[in-house]
């Protein structure tokens, strides 16, 4: 199980953390990989992370901005985003699989999401 929270609404220019807790299986064992979809939009890969070796790949989009980060003794990851923009707006979904990926097929159990909204 994946719980994703932390969205809210903000500023351009403004930051926010979400939280992925996660249960029910053995979080070194996985991939975490956060996804956000905007109405009318293909979901999009903004950054994965291998919870055992901290292998990180990120998207183009959000280098330099989001940071992403792990809690194994909690069993959370975390997703740092600062400086957001208004086309950051989306809903945002953790999700883990058994291999590093960018593709979203990869990832077999997600989170319910959480709403990011970025008002310039």
């Known amino acids: 199980q994946l719980l994703a929270s932390g969205g809210g609404s903000v500023q351009a220019g403004g930051s926010l953390r979400l939280s992925c807790a996660t249960s029910?299986?053995?979080?070194?064992?996985?991939?975490i990989g956060w996804f956000r979809q905007a109405p009318g939009k293909e979901r999009e890969k903004i950054v994965c992370i291998n919870s055992y070796d901290r292998n990180i790949k990120y998207g183009d989009s959000v280098k330099g901005r989001f940071t992403i980060s792990t809690d194994s003794r909690k069993n959370t990851v975390y997703l740092q985003m600062n400086r957001l923009k208004p086309e950051d707006s989306a809903v945002y979904y953790c999700a883990a699989g058994p291999t590093l990926s960018t593709n979203a097929t990869s990832y077999w159990y997600w989170g319910q999401g959480t709403q990011v909204t970025v008002s310039s």
């Open positions: 029910g299986f053995t979080f070194d064992d996985y991939a």
